[in-house]
Protein backbone atom coordinates (compact mmCIF):
# COMPACT_ATOMS: atom_id res chain seq x y z
CA UNK A 1 0.00 0.00 0.00
CA UNK A 2 1.34 3.83 -1.03
CA UNK A 3 0.02 6.72 0.63
CA UNK A 4 -0.25 10.03 -0.67
CA UNK A 5 -1.20 13.40 1.29
CA UNK A 6 -4.43 15.53 0.62
CA UNK A 7 -2.69 19.35 0.16
CA UNK A 8 -5.25 22.06 0.59
CA UNK A 9 -6.10 23.33 -2.82
CA UNK A 10 -5.17 26.18 -4.74
CA UNK A 11 -8.69 27.64 -4.38
CA UNK A 12 -9.48 31.18 -2.50
CA UNK A 13 -10.26 29.80 0.27
CA UNK A 14 -8.20 29.90 3.80
CA UNK A 15 -9.24 29.74 7.17
CA UNK A 16 -9.63 27.83 10.31
CA UNK A 17 -10.56 23.81 11.10
CA UNK A 18 -14.00 23.85 12.46
CA UNK A 19 -15.51 20.13 11.35
CA UNK A 20 -13.81 16.86 10.26
CA UNK A 21 -16.41 15.22 8.02
CA UNK A 22 -14.03 11.63 7.88
CA UNK A 23 -12.72 10.17 10.60
CA UNK A 24 -9.45 7.74 10.65
CA UNK A 25 -10.02 4.45 8.41
CA UNK A 26 -12.81 6.29 6.59
CA UNK A 27 -12.65 5.57 2.56
CA UNK A 28 -12.91 8.54 0.79
CA UNK A 29 -13.18 9.12 -3.44
CA UNK A 30 -12.23 12.55 -4.68
CA UNK A 31 -14.10 14.95 -4.47
CA UNK A 32 -15.31 13.94 -1.07
CA UNK A 33 -15.35 16.79 1.43
CA UNK A 34 -12.33 15.70 4.06
CA UNK A 35 -12.20 18.93 6.61
CA UNK A 36 -14.79 22.21 6.87
CA UNK A 37 -12.71 25.57 7.32
CA UNK A 38 -14.47 28.42 8.11
CA UNK A 39 -12.96 32.64 7.26
CA UNK A 40 -14.63 35.30 8.22
CA UNK A 41 -16.58 35.17 5.47
CA UNK A 42 -17.86 32.10 4.77
CA UNK A 43 -17.54 28.29 5.85
CA UNK A 44 -15.76 26.06 3.03
CA UNK A 45 -15.85 22.62 2.67
CA UNK A 46 -12.43 20.90 1.91
CA UNK A 47 -12.65 18.05 -0.92
CA UNK A 48 -9.83 15.37 -1.31
CA UNK A 49 -8.51 15.12 -4.75
CA UNK A 50 -7.54 11.51 -3.71
CA UNK A 51 -9.44 8.17 -3.51
CA UNK A 52 -7.98 6.19 -0.73
CA UNK A 53 -8.41 5.60 3.34
CA UNK A 54 -7.48 8.37 5.58
CA UNK A 55 -4.72 7.31 7.76
CA UNK A 56 -3.47 9.99 9.60
CA UNK A 57 -4.53 14.11 10.23
CA UNK A 58 -2.04 16.16 9.80
CA UNK A 59 -3.96 19.38 10.77
CA UNK A 60 -5.74 19.97 14.19
CA UNK A 61 -9.51 21.52 14.77
CA UNK A 62 -8.73 25.12 14.86
CA UNK A 63 -5.30 25.15 12.94
CA UNK A 64 -5.47 27.91 9.77
CA UNK A 65 -5.21 26.04 6.66
CA UNK A 66 -4.04 28.16 3.49
CA UNK A 67 -3.24 26.65 0.01
CA UNK A 68 -0.87 23.72 -0.13
CA UNK A 69 -1.07 23.29 3.23
CA UNK A 70 -1.15 18.80 4.52
CA UNK A 71 -3.99 18.25 5.55
CA UNK A 72 -4.40 14.40 5.67
CA UNK A 73 -2.26 11.11 4.79
CA UNK A 74 -4.37 8.92 2.52
CA UNK A 75 -3.57 5.47 1.71
CA UNK A 76 -4.17 4.41 -1.94
CA UNK A 77 -6.14 1.25 -2.31
CA UNK A 78 -4.87 -1.55 -4.68
CA UNK A 79 -7.51 -1.00 -6.62
CA UNK A 80 -7.35 2.62 -7.81
CA UNK A 81 -3.60 1.44 -8.89
CA UNK A 82 -4.44 -1.39 -10.79
CA UNK A 83 -6.99 0.51 -12.40
CA UNK A 84 -4.04 3.32 -13.67
CA UNK A 85 -1.80 0.62 -14.56
CA UNK A 86 -4.67 -0.76 -16.83
CA UNK A 87 -5.57 2.27 -18.41
CA UNK A 88 -1.47 2.71 -18.64
CA UNK A 89 -1.18 -0.50 -20.45
CA UNK A 90 -4.60 0.31 -22.66
CA UNK A 91 -2.50 3.74 -23.53
CA UNK A 92 0.52 1.67 -23.92
CA UNK A 93 -0.68 -0.35 -26.92
CA UNK A 94 -2.28 2.46 -28.59
CA UNK A 95 0.74 4.46 -29.31
CA UNK A 96 0.87 1.72 -32.38
CA UNK A 97 -1.19 4.50 -33.99
CA UNK A 98 0.88 6.76 -36.53
CA UNK A 99 -0.92 9.91 -34.51
CA UNK A 100 0.08 9.05 -30.99
CA UNK A 101 3.74 7.75 -31.87
CA UNK A 102 4.64 11.21 -33.32
CA UNK A 103 2.96 13.32 -31.40
CA UNK A 104 4.54 11.84 -27.84
CA UNK A 105 8.00 12.59 -27.52
CA UNK A 106 9.80 11.19 -24.49
CA UNK A 107 9.25 13.63 -21.97
CA UNK A 108 5.80 14.62 -22.18
CA UNK A 109 2.36 12.06 -22.20
CA UNK A 110 -0.74 12.12 -23.70
CA UNK A 111 -3.65 13.76 -21.23
CA UNK A 112 -6.78 14.60 -20.79
CA UNK A 113 -8.26 17.71 -19.47
CA UNK A 114 -11.57 16.80 -18.01
CA UNK A 115 -14.39 19.13 -17.05
CA UNK A 116 -14.29 20.07 -13.29
CA UNK A 117 -17.34 20.29 -11.20
CA UNK A 118 -18.75 23.55 -11.86
CA UNK A 119 -21.89 23.25 -9.99
CA UNK A 120 -23.80 21.85 -12.99
CA UNK A 121 -23.26 21.10 -16.42
CA UNK A 122 -23.09 23.94 -19.48
CA UNK A 123 -22.90 24.46 -23.05
CA UNK A 124 -19.27 25.02 -24.59
CA UNK A 125 -19.49 28.06 -26.13
CA UNK A 126 -15.76 28.75 -27.40
CA UNK A 127 -12.21 27.33 -27.28
CA UNK A 128 -9.39 29.36 -26.23
CA UNK A 129 -6.51 27.25 -27.71
CA UNK A 130 -6.83 25.25 -31.16
CA UNK A 131 -4.94 21.92 -32.15
CA UNK A 132 -0.67 22.52 -31.80
CA UNK A 133 -1.21 25.46 -29.76
CA UNK A 134 0.97 25.52 -26.24
CA UNK A 135 -0.37 25.93 -22.63
CA UNK A 136 0.52 26.88 -19.49
CA UNK A 137 -0.98 25.39 -15.90
CA UNK A 138 -3.99 27.89 -15.44
CA UNK A 139 -4.22 28.99 -18.79
CA UNK A 140 -7.75 29.33 -19.39
CA UNK A 141 -8.47 26.59 -22.52
CA UNK A 142 -12.43 27.42 -22.79
CA UNK A 143 -15.55 28.59 -22.09
CA UNK A 144 -18.43 26.81 -20.86
CA UNK A 145 -21.89 28.65 -20.17
CA UNK A 146 -24.17 27.52 -17.79
CA UNK A 147 -27.40 28.82 -16.86
CA UNK A 148 -26.11 30.93 -14.36
CA UNK A 149 -22.79 32.22 -15.64
CA UNK A 150 -20.19 32.46 -18.21
CA UNK A 151 -16.85 30.71 -16.93
CA UNK A 152 -13.59 30.18 -18.08
CA UNK A 153 -11.84 26.23 -17.77
CA UNK A 154 -8.59 26.47 -16.64
CA UNK A 155 -5.54 24.31 -17.88
CA UNK A 156 -4.51 21.46 -15.38
CA UNK A 157 -1.19 21.33 -16.62
CA UNK A 158 0.91 22.80 -19.03
CA UNK A 159 1.44 21.00 -22.69
CA UNK A 160 0.00 21.43 -26.02
CA UNK A 161 -3.22 20.51 -27.51
CA UNK A 162 -3.57 17.32 -30.20
CA UNK A 163 -6.79 17.18 -30.33
CA UNK A 164 -10.65 19.26 -29.08
CA UNK A 165 -12.30 16.13 -28.20
CA UNK A 166 -15.70 18.25 -27.16
CA UNK A 167 -17.77 20.01 -29.78
CA UNK A 168 -18.29 23.85 -29.91
CA UNK A 169 -22.37 23.67 -28.82
CA UNK A 170 -22.57 20.31 -26.13
CA UNK A 171 -23.17 19.92 -23.17
CA UNK A 172 -21.07 19.64 -20.78
CA UNK A 173 -20.71 18.38 -17.38
CA UNK A 174 -18.25 17.30 -14.64
CA UNK A 175 -15.54 14.62 -15.89
CA UNK A 176 -16.01 14.94 -19.51
CA UNK A 177 -13.76 15.25 -21.77
CA UNK A 178 -12.97 18.07 -23.19
CA UNK A 179 -9.40 18.45 -24.66
CA UNK A 180 -6.79 15.93 -25.49
CA UNK A 181 -2.97 17.24 -25.15
CA UNK A 182 0.32 16.48 -24.91
CA UNK A 183 1.11 17.74 -21.13
CA UNK A 184 4.79 17.25 -19.25
CA UNK A 185 5.88 14.31 -17.35
CA UNK A 186 6.83 15.76 -13.92
CA UNK A 187 7.70 13.35 -11.34
CA UNK A 188 6.49 15.08 -8.06
CA UNK A 189 3.24 16.45 -9.63
CA UNK A 190 0.25 16.35 -7.64
CA UNK A 191 -1.69 14.78 -9.72
CA UNK A 192 -5.61 13.65 -9.42
CA UNK A 193 -8.06 12.01 -10.61
CA UNK A 194 -5.16 9.19 -11.74
CA UNK A 195 -6.70 7.40 -14.73
CA UNK A 196 -7.50 9.96 -17.27
CA UNK A 197 -4.41 12.01 -16.96
CA UNK A 198 -1.89 9.08 -17.19
CA UNK A 199 0.23 8.98 -20.21
CA UNK A 200 1.39 7.03 -23.43
CA UNK A 201 4.78 7.44 -22.69
CA UNK A 202 4.72 7.41 -19.00
CA UNK A 203 4.59 3.69 -18.95
CA UNK A 204 7.84 3.84 -20.64
CA UNK A 205 9.72 6.43 -18.51
CA UNK A 206 11.23 5.15 -15.69
CA UNK A 207 8.58 7.36 -13.56
CA UNK A 208 6.53 4.59 -11.76
CA UNK A 209 3.24 5.34 -12.77
CA UNK A 210 1.35 3.40 -10.16
CA UNK A 211 2.88 4.97 -7.32
CA UNK A 212 0.87 7.76 -5.67
CA UNK A 213 3.15 10.58 -6.92
CA UNK A 214 1.88 10.01 -10.49
CA UNK A 215 -1.46 9.55 -9.37
CA UNK A 216 -3.79 12.64 -8.81
CA UNK A 217 -3.33 16.07 -10.29
CA UNK A 218 -5.99 16.81 -12.72
CA UNK A 219 -8.34 16.59 -9.50
CA UNK A 220 -6.45 19.29 -7.68
CA UNK A 221 -7.76 21.01 -10.16
CA UNK A 222 -10.94 19.50 -9.67
CA UNK A 223 -11.02 19.75 -6.41
CA UNK A 224 -9.95 23.42 -6.24
CA UNK A 225 -13.13 24.07 -8.74
CA UNK A 226 -15.47 22.14 -5.98
CA UNK A 227 -14.10 24.02 -3.56
CA UNK A 228 -13.87 27.53 -5.08
CA UNK A 229 -17.72 26.83 -5.87
CA UNK A 230 -18.76 25.65 -2.49
CA UNK A 231 -16.98 28.94 -1.54
CA UNK A 232 -19.44 30.79 -4.05
CA UNK A 233 -22.55 29.12 -2.86
CA UNK A 234 -21.55 29.51 0.95
CA UNK A 235 -20.83 33.10 0.27
CA UNK A 236 -24.26 34.12 -1.59
CA UNK A 237 -25.66 31.41 1.31
CA UNK A 238 -24.40 33.89 3.79
CA UNK A 239 -26.20 36.86 3.23
CA UNK A 240 -29.11 34.59 4.48
CA UNK A 241 -27.79 33.51 7.23
CA UNK A 242 -26.84 30.08 5.86
CA UNK A 243 -23.54 30.22 6.14
CA UNK A 244 -23.25 28.78 9.68
CA UNK A 245 -25.12 25.28 8.28
CA UNK A 246 -23.31 22.33 7.73
CA UNK A 247 -24.09 20.91 4.61
CA UNK A 248 -22.30 20.19 1.26
CA UNK A 249 -22.16 22.39 -1.77
CA UNK A 250 -25.00 20.43 -3.79
CA UNK A 251 -27.28 20.27 -0.99
CA UNK A 252 -26.32 24.11 -0.87
CA UNK A 253 -27.53 24.36 -4.15
CA UNK A 254 -30.68 22.19 -4.28
CA UNK A 255 -31.46 24.62 -1.34
CA UNK A 256 -30.77 27.60 -3.06
CA UNK A 257 -32.73 25.80 -6.59
CA UNK A 258 -35.72 25.20 -4.28
CA UNK A 259 -35.84 28.84 -2.11
CA UNK A 260 -34.90 26.97 1.07
CA UNK A 261 -33.31 28.53 4.13
CA UNK A 262 -30.83 25.81 5.09
CA UNK A 263 -31.02 27.41 8.73
CA UNK A 264 -34.00 25.67 9.11
CA UNK A 265 -33.60 22.24 7.84
CA UNK A 266 -32.70 19.85 10.51
CA UNK A 267 -29.97 17.78 9.28
CA UNK A 268 -29.98 13.99 9.64
CA UNK A 269 -26.09 13.04 8.65
CA UNK A 270 -23.32 12.55 10.79
CA UNK A 271 -22.59 15.22 13.06
CA UNK A 272 -26.16 16.49 12.26
CA UNK A 273 -24.56 17.35 8.61
CA UNK A 274 -27.55 18.63 6.53
CA UNK A 275 -28.21 15.67 3.72
CA UNK A 276 -30.47 16.45 -0.07
CA UNK A 277 -32.61 13.90 1.43
CA UNK A 278 -33.42 16.43 4.40
CA UNK A 279 -33.86 19.50 1.98
CA UNK A 280 -36.52 17.59 0.17
CA UNK A 281 -38.16 16.44 3.14
CA UNK A 282 -38.29 19.85 4.36
CA UNK A 283 -39.59 20.77 0.92
CA UNK A 284 -42.53 18.44 1.25
CA UNK A 285 -43.39 19.43 4.97
CA UNK A 286 -43.95 22.76 4.12
CA UNK A 287 -45.82 21.74 1.26
CA UNK A 288 -48.15 19.85 3.12
CA UNK A 289 -48.39 22.74 5.46
CA UNK A 290 -49.04 25.41 2.94
CA UNK A 291 -51.51 27.13 4.94
CA UNK A 292 -48.45 28.15 6.79
CA UNK A 293 -48.65 32.18 6.38
CA UNK A 294 -44.31 31.64 5.51
CA UNK A 295 -44.92 29.38 2.39
CA UNK A 296 -44.79 31.28 -0.73
CA UNK A 297 -46.58 28.16 -3.20
CA UNK A 298 -46.90 28.77 -6.88
CA UNK A 299 -50.84 30.07 -7.71
CA UNK A 300 -50.96 27.37 -10.15
CA UNK A 301 -50.52 29.96 -13.35
CA UNK A 302 -51.83 28.07 -16.65
CA UNK A 303 -49.42 27.40 -18.81
CA UNK A 304 -49.04 28.44 -22.00
CA UNK A 305 -50.30 25.98 -24.69
CA UNK A 306 -47.92 24.38 -26.87
CA UNK A 307 -48.19 25.77 -30.69
CA UNK A 308 -47.07 24.35 -34.12
CA UNK A 309 -46.36 27.40 -36.10
CA UNK A 310 -45.13 25.47 -39.00
CA UNK A 311 -49.14 25.17 -39.59
CA UNK A 312 -49.28 29.27 -40.12
CA UNK A 313 -46.14 29.42 -42.27
CA UNK A 314 -41.71 28.94 -42.14
CA UNK A 315 -40.45 29.57 -38.84
CA UNK A 316 -36.86 28.47 -37.80
CA UNK A 317 -36.40 27.45 -34.08
CA UNK A 318 -33.43 28.35 -32.51
CA UNK A 319 -32.05 27.00 -28.84
CA UNK A 320 -32.02 29.67 -26.27
CA UNK A 321 -28.62 30.67 -24.40
CA UNK A 322 -27.92 29.88 -21.47
CA UNK A 323 -28.15 33.44 -20.34
CA UNK A 324 -31.12 33.99 -22.26
CA UNK A 325 -32.40 30.81 -20.33
CA UNK A 326 -31.47 32.03 -16.72
CA UNK A 327 -33.18 35.62 -17.62
CA UNK A 328 -36.20 34.18 -18.58
CA UNK A 329 -36.50 32.00 -15.38
CA UNK A 330 -35.36 34.61 -13.24
CA UNK A 331 -37.86 37.18 -14.49
CA UNK A 332 -40.68 34.98 -13.99
CA UNK A 333 -39.70 34.14 -10.57
CA UNK A 334 -39.46 37.44 -9.58
CA UNK A 335 -42.58 38.83 -11.46
CA UNK A 336 -44.80 36.26 -10.03
CA UNK A 337 -43.38 36.59 -6.50
CA UNK A 338 -42.98 40.77 -6.23
CA UNK A 339 -46.05 42.91 -6.05
CA UNK A 340 -44.31 45.36 -8.02
CA UNK A 341 -45.67 49.01 -7.86
CA UNK A 342 -43.84 51.04 -10.98
CA UNK A 343 -43.53 55.25 -10.47
CA UNK A 344 -42.89 57.24 -13.39
CA UNK A 345 -40.76 60.60 -13.44
CA UNK A 346 -39.96 63.02 -15.66
CA UNK A 347 -36.73 64.95 -15.39
CA UNK A 348 -35.53 67.99 -16.65
CA UNK A 349 -31.81 67.21 -17.67
CA UNK A 350 -31.03 70.16 -19.83
CA UNK A 351 -28.17 71.62 -17.40
CA UNK A 352 -26.79 68.07 -17.10
CA UNK A 353 -26.29 67.56 -20.76
CA UNK A 354 -24.50 71.02 -21.25
CA UNK A 355 -22.55 69.94 -18.19
CA UNK A 356 -21.73 66.84 -20.20
CA UNK A 357 -21.05 68.67 -23.29
CA UNK A 358 -18.58 71.00 -21.76
CA UNK A 359 -16.31 68.03 -20.49
CA UNK A 360 -13.16 68.31 -21.85
CA UNK A 361 -12.10 64.29 -21.93
CA UNK A 362 -8.27 65.68 -22.34
CA UNK A 363 -8.45 67.92 -19.60
CA UNK A 364 -9.60 65.86 -16.74
CA UNK A 365 -7.18 62.63 -18.19
CA UNK A 366 -10.56 60.99 -19.13
CA UNK A 367 -10.27 57.88 -21.56
CA UNK A 368 -14.37 58.37 -22.08
CA UNK A 369 -16.68 61.03 -22.27
CA UNK A 370 -19.39 59.77 -19.76
CA UNK A 371 -23.14 59.51 -20.96
CA UNK A 372 -26.18 60.38 -18.49
CA UNK A 373 -25.74 56.89 -16.87
CA UNK A 374 -22.74 56.89 -14.49
CA UNK A 375 -24.62 60.61 -13.24
CA UNK A 376 -27.71 58.54 -12.54
CA UNK A 377 -25.82 55.96 -11.02
CA UNK A 378 -23.41 58.33 -8.77
CA UNK A 379 -26.73 59.88 -7.73
CA UNK A 380 -28.93 56.58 -7.02
CA UNK A 381 -25.67 55.47 -5.23
CA UNK A 382 -26.32 58.99 -2.57
CA UNK A 383 -29.90 58.06 -2.76
CA UNK A 384 -29.66 54.44 -0.99
CA UNK A 385 -27.41 55.71 0.93
CA UNK A 386 -30.31 58.46 2.58
CA UNK A 387 -33.07 55.70 2.40
CA UNK A 388 -32.19 52.36 3.34
CA UNK A 389 -35.35 50.74 2.53
CA UNK A 390 -34.41 50.67 -0.68
CA UNK A 391 -30.72 49.11 0.05
CA UNK A 392 -32.51 46.25 1.68
CA UNK A 393 -34.54 42.62 0.85
CA UNK A 394 -36.92 40.95 2.61
CA UNK A 395 -35.69 37.68 3.99
CA UNK A 396 -36.95 34.69 2.40
CA UNK A 397 -39.12 33.47 5.27
CA UNK A 398 -41.04 36.98 4.81
CA UNK A 399 -40.45 38.03 8.52
CA UNK A 400 -37.36 40.38 8.36
CA UNK A 401 -35.44 42.93 5.65
CA UNK A 402 -31.95 42.52 5.38
CA UNK A 403 -30.56 46.45 5.72
CA UNK A 404 -27.18 46.50 3.51
CA UNK A 405 -24.62 48.87 4.70
CA UNK A 406 -22.67 48.97 1.59
CA UNK A 407 -24.10 50.19 -2.05
CA UNK A 408 -23.07 47.94 -4.97
CA UNK A 409 -25.32 49.04 -8.17
CA UNK A 410 -25.97 46.19 -10.98
CA UNK A 411 -26.60 47.57 -14.52
CA UNK A 412 -28.56 45.92 -16.83
CA UNK A 413 -26.61 45.26 -20.00
CA UNK A 414 -27.85 44.12 -23.50
CA UNK A 415 -25.45 41.64 -25.19
CA UNK A 416 -26.23 39.27 -27.96
CA UNK A 417 -26.31 36.19 -25.60
CA UNK A 418 -28.77 38.27 -23.29
CA UNK A 419 -29.28 40.68 -20.94
CA UNK A 420 -27.26 40.20 -17.97
CA UNK A 421 -26.15 42.62 -15.09
CA UNK A 422 -22.57 43.41 -13.39
CA UNK A 423 -22.76 44.77 -10.64
CA UNK A 424 -20.48 48.41 -9.82
CA UNK A 425 -18.74 47.58 -6.11
CA UNK A 426 -19.54 50.38 -3.76
CA UNK A 427 -20.97 52.75 -6.00
CA UNK A 428 -21.50 55.50 -3.96
CA UNK A 429 -17.20 55.86 -3.64
CA UNK A 430 -16.91 55.86 -6.84
CA UNK A 431 -16.16 59.76 -8.76
CA UNK A 432 -18.10 60.21 -12.31
CA UNK A 433 -14.94 59.15 -14.22
CA UNK A 434 -14.52 56.07 -12.08
CA UNK A 435 -17.52 54.92 -13.00
CA UNK A 436 -17.53 55.70 -16.80
CA UNK A 437 -14.98 53.65 -16.79
CA UNK A 438 -16.44 51.13 -14.85
CA UNK A 439 -19.27 50.54 -16.86
CA UNK A 440 -17.26 50.53 -20.14
CA UNK A 441 -15.33 47.94 -18.88
CA UNK A 442 -18.29 45.43 -17.37
CA UNK A 443 -20.08 46.31 -20.39
CA UNK A 444 -16.98 44.84 -22.56
CA UNK A 445 -16.78 41.98 -20.66
CA UNK A 446 -20.54 41.02 -21.00
CA UNK A 447 -20.01 41.63 -24.82
CA UNK A 448 -17.56 39.42 -24.49
CA UNK A 449 -18.90 36.88 -21.90
CA UNK A 450 -15.61 37.41 -19.72
CA UNK A 451 -18.25 38.16 -16.81
CA UNK A 452 -17.28 35.67 -13.46
CA UNK A 453 -20.33 34.96 -10.93
CA UNK A 454 -18.82 37.13 -8.56
CA UNK A 455 -19.09 39.99 -11.31
CA UNK A 456 -23.22 39.55 -11.17
CA UNK A 457 -23.58 38.68 -7.28
CA UNK A 458 -24.15 41.16 -4.77
CA UNK A 459 -26.06 43.96 -6.53
CA UNK A 460 -28.50 46.14 -4.16
CA UNK A 461 -29.94 47.91 -6.47
CA UNK A 462 -30.19 47.73 -10.60
CA UNK A 463 -30.18 50.66 -13.37
CA UNK A 464 -31.74 49.59 -16.32
CA UNK A 465 -31.12 52.26 -19.00
CA UNK A 466 -32.94 51.36 -22.54
CA UNK A 467 -31.14 55.15 -23.66
CA UNK A 468 -31.41 56.68 -26.71
CA UNK A 469 -33.59 53.48 -28.25
CA UNK A 470 -36.09 53.56 -25.82
CA UNK A 471 -39.53 54.90 -25.41
CA UNK A 472 -41.29 57.14 -23.23
CA UNK A 473 -41.08 54.80 -20.50
CA UNK A 474 -41.76 50.87 -19.11
CA UNK A 475 -41.99 49.10 -15.96
CA UNK A 476 -38.88 47.41 -15.10
CA UNK A 477 -38.67 44.00 -13.40
CA UNK A 478 -37.24 44.10 -10.02
CA UNK A 479 -34.19 42.09 -10.04
CA UNK A 480 -35.02 40.01 -6.67
CA UNK A 481 -33.94 39.62 -3.73
CA UNK A 482 -33.26 43.38 -4.57
CA UNK A 483 -36.26 45.77 -3.69
CA UNK A 484 -36.69 48.10 -6.61
CA UNK A 485 -34.94 49.19 -9.76
CA UNK A 486 -34.87 52.12 -11.57
CA UNK A 487 -35.19 52.03 -15.55
CA UNK A 488 -34.23 55.31 -17.37
CA UNK A 489 -36.08 55.77 -21.13
CA UNK A 490 -35.29 57.94 -23.97
CA UNK A 491 -34.40 61.52 -23.27
CA UNK A 492 -36.32 64.00 -25.57
CA UNK A 493 -36.27 67.84 -26.16
CA UNK A 494 -40.05 68.98 -25.11
CA UNK A 495 -41.69 72.35 -24.31
CA UNK A 496 -41.66 73.63 -20.93
CA UNK A 497 -43.23 76.65 -19.64
CA UNK A 498 -41.32 78.71 -17.29
CA UNK A 499 -43.85 81.04 -16.53
CA UNK A 500 -44.04 83.27 -19.32
CA UNK A 501 -43.34 80.78 -22.21
CA UNK A 502 -42.57 77.65 -23.34
CA UNK A 503 -39.15 77.04 -23.53
CA UNK A 504 -37.38 73.71 -25.30
CA UNK A 505 -35.77 71.77 -22.32
CA UNK A 506 -34.59 68.02 -22.41
CA UNK A 507 -36.98 65.97 -20.44
CA UNK A 508 -35.61 61.97 -19.14
CA UNK A 509 -38.39 60.09 -18.20
CA UNK A 510 -37.51 57.50 -15.13
CA UNK A 511 -39.36 54.50 -14.14
CA UNK A 512 -38.87 52.92 -10.90
CA UNK A 513 -40.33 49.58 -9.76
CA UNK A 514 -40.51 49.04 -5.94
CA UNK A 515 -41.48 45.82 -4.48
CA UNK A 516 -44.66 47.24 -2.30
CA UNK A 517 -43.63 44.34 0.35
CA UNK A 518 -41.00 46.45 1.83
CA UNK A 519 -41.42 50.26 0.35
CA UNK A 520 -44.12 52.06 0.13
CA UNK A 521 -45.83 54.94 -2.28
CA UNK A 522 -44.87 57.37 -0.01
CA UNK A 523 -41.09 55.94 0.34
CA UNK A 524 -40.74 56.04 -3.29
CA UNK A 525 -41.98 59.15 -4.09
CA UNK A 526 -38.90 60.71 -1.51
CA UNK A 527 -36.13 58.35 -2.98
CA UNK A 528 -37.85 59.23 -6.43
CA UNK A 529 -37.56 63.45 -5.82
CA UNK A 530 -33.85 63.05 -4.51
CA UNK A 531 -32.72 61.57 -7.80
CA UNK A 532 -34.93 64.16 -9.70
CA UNK A 533 -33.74 67.60 -7.89
CA UNK A 534 -29.80 65.97 -7.86
CA UNK A 535 -30.26 64.98 -11.69
CA UNK A 536 -31.83 68.36 -12.58
CA UNK A 537 -29.41 70.31 -10.28
CA UNK A 538 -26.48 68.53 -11.05
CA UNK A 539 -24.23 71.59 -9.87
CA UNK A 540 -25.00 71.35 -6.14
CA UNK A 541 -25.28 67.87 -6.84
CA UNK A 542 -20.89 67.69 -7.75
CA UNK A 543 -20.28 69.96 -4.65
N1 LIG B 1 -31.77 59.27 -23.63
C1 LIG B 1 -31.13 59.76 -24.69
N2 LIG B 1 -29.85 59.44 -24.97
C2 LIG B 1 -29.24 58.57 -24.18
C3 LIG B 1 -29.85 58.01 -23.06
C4 LIG B 1 -31.17 58.40 -22.80
N3 LIG B 1 -31.83 57.92 -21.76
N4 LIG B 1 -28.99 57.18 -22.44
C5 LIG B 1 -27.86 57.21 -23.15
N5 LIG B 1 -28.02 58.06 -24.19
C6 LIG B 1 -27.03 58.40 -25.20
C7 LIG B 1 -25.68 58.47 -24.55
O1 LIG B 1 -25.49 59.74 -23.91
C8 LIG B 1 -24.79 58.24 -25.72
O2 LIG B 1 -24.71 59.40 -26.50
P1 LIG B 1 -23.48 60.44 -26.34
O3 LIG B 1 -22.28 59.63 -26.66
O4 LIG B 1 -23.80 61.49 -27.33
O5 LIG B 1 -23.48 60.92 -24.94
C9 LIG B 1 -25.57 57.22 -26.53
O6 LIG B 1 -26.90 57.32 -26.10
C10 LIG B 1 -25.08 55.79 -26.34
O7 LIG B 1 -25.05 55.46 -24.98
P2 LIG B 1 -24.69 53.98 -24.51
O8 LIG B 1 -25.90 53.15 -24.51
O9 LIG B 1 -23.55 53.50 -25.33
O10 LIG B 1 -24.09 54.20 -23.06
P3 LIG B 1 -24.82 54.21 -21.66
O11 LIG B 1 -23.77 54.61 -20.71
O12 LIG B 1 -26.03 55.04 -21.67
O13 LIG B 1 -25.26 52.69 -21.41
C11 LIG B 1 -25.03 50.31 -21.27
C12 LIG B 1 -24.31 51.66 -21.31
C13 LIG B 1 -23.97 49.24 -21.22
C14 LIG B 1 -25.91 50.22 -20.04
C15 LIG B 1 -25.91 50.18 -22.53
O14 LIG B 1 -25.11 50.15 -23.67
C16 LIG B 1 -26.85 49.01 -22.53
O15 LIG B 1 -26.48 47.86 -22.71
N6 LIG B 1 -28.16 49.31 -22.34
C17 LIG B 1 -29.22 48.31 -22.47
C18 LIG B 1 -29.77 47.93 -21.11
C19 LIG B 1 -31.06 47.18 -21.29
O16 LIG B 1 -31.26 46.46 -22.25
N7 LIG B 1 -31.97 47.42 -20.36
C20 LIG B 1 -33.27 46.90 -20.48
C21 LIG B 1 -33.48 45.81 -19.53
S1 LIG B 1 -35.11 45.29 -19.56
O17 LIG B 1 -35.10 44.33 -20.84
Not at 294 to 300: A, D, K, R, T, Y
Not at 446 to 473: E, H, P, W, Y
Request: proline share 5%.
Amino acid sequence: MATEIVLMPDADGSGDVIEFCVEIGDKIVAGDSIIVIESDKASMEVPSSIEGTVVEWLVEMGDGIEKGRPLAKVEISEDVIAEVETLVAEQSADTASPRAVSAAPSAASEKLVLMPDAGGKGDLIEFFVQPGDSFLEGDMLLLVESDKAAMEIPAPFSGSVIELVAELGQTVEEGAILIKALGAVESNSVEGTAALSVTQSDSKTSEPLSTPKTLASSSTVAAASIAAVSSILNTSLSAVGTSQVYAGPATRKLARELGVDLAKVKGAGKRARILKEDVKQFVKQQMSTANSANVVVQSGVPAIPSIDFSKFGEIDTQNLSGIAKATSAHMTRCWLNIPHVTLFDEVDITDLDAFRAAINPELYGLLKKPTILPFIIMIVAKALRKHPQFNASLHADGEQIIYKDYVHIGVAVDTPAGLVVPVIRDADKKSVSELTLEIAELAKKANDRKLKIDDMQGGCFTVSSLGASGGVGFTPIINGPEVAILGVARADIKPSWDGEAFIPRKQLPLCLSFDHRVVNGADAGRFMAMIHQCLSKIGNTLL
